[in-house]
């Protein structure tokens, strides 16, 4: 228990140490205009560095997500088949695949996959 306590605690000291160490090197000038102004050869910028994108491409990135980390995780159940009861198996793929198909179903009925209008 007393080992226990004083690693966390070294571990503790050491690491407030380091964030103090590195708050204390890494200290930006906030009165130096040039260096924190965008880089274009010299001159002002001329339009806003934060271009806007668009929301479509944004959610179609986030769909795009929800279906890859949804078949990472139904890739493990064909190893688990072997081990598991075979209708028991079925059923709770049959499950997970019918609700990313009720979801793909409501995003495309919401209009969430139509690219141009």
């Not at 080992?3 to 906030?30: A, G, P, R, Y």
């Not at 491409?57 to 159940?77: N, Q, S």
Request: net charge neutral.
């Amino acid at each position: 228990m007393l080992i226990t306590s004083i690693i966390t605690l070294f571990t503790l000291i050491l690491t407030i140490i380091l964030m103090l160490l590195s708050m204390i090197l890494s200290k930006k000038t906030t009165l130096d205009r040039e260096k924190i102004s965008p880089f274009e050869c010299g001159f002002d910028p001329k339009s806003s560095a934060r271009l806007p994108f668009s929301l479509r491409f944004f959610l179609i990135a986030i769909i795009f997500l929800i279906f890859d980390v949804e078949i990472a995780l139904i890739m493990p159940t064909v190893i688990i088949q072997l081990s598991s009861n075979p209708l028991q198996w079925l059923f709770t793929l049959m499950f997970f695949i019918t609700i990313l198909l009720m979801g793909l179903y409501h995003e495309w009925n919401q209009g969430a996959l139509q690219w141009a209008e």
